[in-house]
């Protein structure tokens, strides 16, 4: 993954700012050899999970994260029913959901 764009929190934790239809920042948590390990796909998806209609303070990766079926594999993300909040199978995986 290109960490141009990320802004390190510390040292594993790294932040994808919120930008255009972002709702909230995506949160990456791993080392830096891991985040660069990473396919783009991952951010792309963090940064759709964050998106989402009522998501809650972040959307974040772990280190393990790899992209999947629009939610990231290794991602985790809270929602706001209130506020329109979804549930997506795809959170926990298409293959063990």
Avoid at 40 to 47: F, L
């Amino acid at each position: 993954m290109d960490t141009s764009r990320l802004r390190r929190r510390g040292p594993c934790e790294w932040e994808l700012p919120a930008s255009g239809r972002m709702r909230v920042p995506g949160v990456i948590f791993a080392s830096k050899e891991l985040v660069q390990a990473m396919d783009d796909k991952v951010a792309e998806q963090v940064a759709n999970v964050a998106s989402l209609p009522g998501i809650v303070d972040a959307s974040y990766a772990m280190p393990d994260a790899h992209w999947g079926y629009g939610f990231p594999i290794g991602g985790v993300a809270a929602f706001d029913a209130d506020e329109g909040g979804v549930v997506s199978a795809g959170g926990v995986g298409f293959d063990i959901s």
